[in-house]
């Protein structure tokens, strides 16, 4: 049984992995394509807050993974703090990219009208229903947990979560390097 969920684990993460790869080598494509990047007029991007968020969405893995430690270590408390930890931070994340969206948008890079804004939108917003999806799932995991003991089948479901959860932090890197660095 244990095998299905790692193969299922794993056929999920390469989706994952080849829509990101899909979506990112499309920006670039476009980005090279053109001319001039970003167009005439265009808000830079907010670097620094960006990076900044890179940070907490890289604090979130951490405290996760020191959750999961816990779960190996029968300390169902460390895990449930690993787990509301986590999604507080993966709160704070979200939060943050809409502060980066309003911010952007008020400086007049809108989603339509220019392959600059809608590429920066799709992506970002694409990886931010990712993070969401990872949000709720963690907080679904922490609210059920109340057990000192936690059941092996669950054991599996956490395992599974937490890799999900490190995939969009790995996935935010990629963004974050090809959208604000490059």
């Known amino acids: 049984m244990t095998d299905n969920y790692r193969l299922a684990t794993l056929v999920f993460l390469m989706a994952g992995t080849m829509l990101f790869a899909g979506l990112i080598g499309g920006y670039l494509v476009l980005r090279y394509a053109s001319a001039i990047w970003p167009s005439p007029g265009m808000p830079p991007l907010p670097v620094r807050l960006a990076g900044f968020n890179t940070l907490v969405i890289a604090a979130s893995s951490l405290v996760l993974l020191r959750g999961v430690r816990s779960l190996h270590r029968l300390d169902a ?32 890079l809108s989603f339509s009208g ?16 990712h993070a ?13 947990q ?3 003991r936690v059941p092996d089948r669950r ?5 599974v979560c937490a890799l999900y959860w490190h995939f969009v932090g ?9 959208l604000y660095l490059i």
């Not at 220019?114 to 229903?129: N, P």
């Not at 054991?155 to 395992?159: F, H, L, M, S």
């Open 77 to 108: 408390r460390g895990l449930r703090r690993g787990l509301f930890g986590a999604s507080a931070l993966g709160v704070m994340f979200l939060t943050l990219q809409v502060v980066q969206w309003y911010l952007l948008f008020s400086s007049g």
């Open 114 to 129: 220019t392959t600059y804004g809608s590429t920066f939108y799709l992506l970002t917003g694409v990886h931010a229903a």
């Open 132 to 144: 969401l999806s990872g949000v709720v799932w963690l907080l679904i995991i922490a609210l059920r």
């Open 146 to 148: 109340h057990e000192l």
């Open 155 to 159: 054991q599996r479901v956490i395992e």
């Open 170 to 178: 790995l996935v935010w890197l990629a963004v974050y390097v090809v």
